[in-house]
């Protein structure tokens, strides 16, 4: 059983900042990659950024050079660093934990509401 738990979300001003935490336990022998997607009220749940376990990173264009996403491999930990928030970032921020191989886990979500 693999738990995935996020943190780091708020209330934050259009221009301010963020970071997530998202962290991954249980029974782990190795993590292929790590990510982070987000749903807004009415639409589908997209992604923002993604990074595997060689450090490459894929982000969504909406969020390129303002999201930075890094991760622990140590801790199973990933982060998101979000600067410049916007209000269209308002959304349900979503860990996902994909392991090795091919199993895939969800976090329950953290909220972030960034206020114009």
């Known amino acids: 059983q693999v738990h995935v738990v996020e943190s780091g979300g708020g209330l934050v001003q259009a221009g301010g900042s963020l970071r997530l935490s998202c962290a991954a336990s249980g029974t782990i022998f190795s993590i292929d990659r790590m990510g982070w997607y987000r749903q807004a009220p009415g639409k589908q749940r997209e992604l923002v950024a993604i990074?595997?376990?060689?450090?490459?990173?894929n982000y969504a264009g909406s969020v390129k050079g303002r999201f930075t996403i890094s991760r622990d491999n140590a801790k199973n930990t990933v982060y998101l660093q979000m600067n410049s928030l916007k209000p269209e970032d308002t959304a349900v921020y979503i860990c996902?934990?994909?392991?090795?191989?091919?199993?895939?886990?969800w976090g329950q979500g953290t909220q972030v509401t960034v206020s114009s």
């Open positions: 990074i595997t376990s060689d450090g490459s990173t």
């Open positions: 996902e934990v994909l392991l090795t191989p091919g199993h895939q886990y």
